[in-house]
């Protein structure tokens, strides 16, 4: 079945300093990935949508020149969290969808990120 | 519209009842839903999903069911078991016309199976 590896599963950094998380889809080419964040006890938020070789989509709300979004192939994309605070801290989580449609969604194992 | 909730709603169910998880969506354009499970500290995980022209999907143990009417999805759980305990979310894909392919989670339920 289809796979999505997420790494970090955890990350601890300090204020001021930025932290890549990556997320690959392990045996199928993705033509889209979406970033989410979740706070505890809450739901997903989308964040942003990637699509490879093209600039990603932000939710409103989410500020594009902190989180910064890379989706340089098919089965990569990362997310930067840029001069990270404290309130940055959560749980992120990258899903991936099969190129060539289909309705498949397949979800990483998720970031937690501590920002002290 | 977005669903952010300030806590999760709760529902505790003994070993081996059925259980029954609600979700209300809000898209009348939405044309595929999905319902996950999330452990803690995990990713979502794929139950069943249905797409809009049906109003019943059975899988293993799980059956979903879609009510446009009232824009209403639901998810039961035959013979729950202990390792069923986790977070139930619905998630809605807006039509090609309303919002490409991203998906919107709604609020969540938090299922506790007592033995």
């Known amino acids: 079945g289809a796979v999505v590896s997420q790494h970090p599963s955890r990350v601890i950094c300090k204020s001021g300093t930025s932290v890549k998380i990556e997320c690959r889809s392990l045996?199928?080419?993705?033509?889209?990935m979406f970033w989410y964040r979740q706070f505890p006890k809450q739901s997903l938020m989308l964040m942003a949508t990637?699509?490879?070789?093209?600039?990603?989509?932000?939710e409103q709300g989410v500020e594009k020149d902190k989180f910064l979004i890379n989706h340089a192939s098919l089965t990569l994309s990362t997310l930067t969290v840029t001069s990270a605070h404290p309130e940055d801290s959560s749980f992120y989580i990258c899903?991936?969808?099969?190129?060539?449609?289909?309705?498949?969604?397949?979800f990483g194992s998720g970031t937690r990120l501590t920002v002290v | 519209g977005e669903s952010v909730g300030l806590h999760l709603p709760t529902l505790s169910v003994q070993e081996g009842d059925n259980s029954i998880i609600n979700c209300a969506y809000s898209n009348s354009a939405s044309d595929y839903f999905i319902w996950y499970k999330q452990e803690s500290g995990k990713g979502p995980q794929f139950i069943i999903d249905?797409?809009?022209?049906?109003d019943k999907r059975q899988g293993q143990r799980v059956t979903v069911l879609l009510n446009k009417t009232v824009k209403h999805l639901s998810l039961q759980i035959a013979a729950t078991q202990p390792g069923d305990s986790a977070v139930y979310f619905c998630a809605e894909k807006f039509g090609l016309t309303g919002g490409g392919n991203k998906l919107t989670f709604g609020t969540g339920t938090q299922l506790k199976v007592e033995l």
């Open positions: 899903s991936a969808r099969r190129q060539g449609g289909g309705l498949g969604y397949t």
């Open positions: 045996d199928f080419q993705a033509t889209t």
């Open positions: 990637s699509n490879e070789g093209s600039k990603a989509t932000y």
């Open positions: 249905i797409r809009s022209n049906m």
